[in-house]
């Protein structure tokens, strides 16, 4: 009998050591994006991270994400939230989700800086199976206005209007608040670019644009 509970008791040990440890990654840092910018631009620092699994994040679970803009030091904060999405916090195995960690981040002089993020795991699963690295986006600060602007957005009559500083054509991406990609397209980067754009709900959508160039910009815009 006692050998009996001893079995029951290693395999319950081994069922629990089994499922403590989940994977989760920084998938992608939206913003800052790997561009130029003035020494007069701010920017939000958004990331989309996901899940691997193989266990979803239940209600009350939480992240441990840190992250940093590097100017020659080293500044992090510490960020704790398993954020709400359409009613339910819980997040699924294969699911992406996209996390504000700071707006309006001021820059402070003339280098190139990194933004860099990592999660190392959640409150009920604490350990990151894989151990994935964090993700780094690097971008150059200068005086330059060569960058790709975005000068007007907006969601109106089906359709994203937006005006952007440079005439070369773009592959813009439209994500929706949970990571998911809506819309992929090659638009130009005239003054007036009107996009027919079938909202699946409404509620905030990123959008993310790219020249040939590499040059990116990213913002965020509202469907009601």
């Known amino acids: 009998m006692i050998k ?6 290693i395999s319950a040990l081994c069922f629990t050591s089994a499922f403590s440890q989940n994977d989760i990654k920084v998938q992608d840092i939206i913003s800052p994006s790997a561009r130029t910018y003035n020494t007069v631009d701010t920017f939000d620092i958004i990331i989309r991270i996901q899940n691997l699994g ?4 239940i209600p009350g679970d939480k992240f441990d994400i840190t992250y940093s803009i590097e100017d020659g030091t080293l500044n992090s904060q ?10 339910s916090r819980a997040m699924e195995v294969g699911e992406g989700r996209i996390y504000t960690l700071a707006t309006d981040f001021i820059i402070n002089g003339n280098n190139t800086f990194a933004a860099c993020a990592d999660v190392s795991g959640t409150t009920i699963y604490t350990q990151n199976t894989n151990k994935n690295p964090g993700d780094c986006a690097t971008f150059i600060v200068s005086v330059e206005q060569q960058q790709l602007d975005i000068e007007k957005l907006y969601f109106a009559d089906n359709a994203i209007h937006l005006s952007l500083n440079r ?3 773009v592959k813009l991406e439209i994500f929706d608040i949970t990571g998911k990609l809506i819309l992929e397209s ?3 980067s005239k003054s007036n670019n009107i996009i027919p754009f079938n909202a699946p709900s409404n509620g905030f959508y990123f959008i993310k644009l790219t020249t040939n160039n590499g040059a990116q910009t990213s913002s965020k815009f509202v469907v009601n």
């Open 54 to 57: 193989p266990n979803r994040l």
């Open 186 to 188: 090659n638009v130009p």
């Open 4 to 9: 009996k509970y001893t079995l029951l008791l």
């Open 78 to 87: 510490f960020f704790d939230t398993l954020l709400l999405v359409n009613g």
């Open 167 to 169: 005439a070369d054509k």
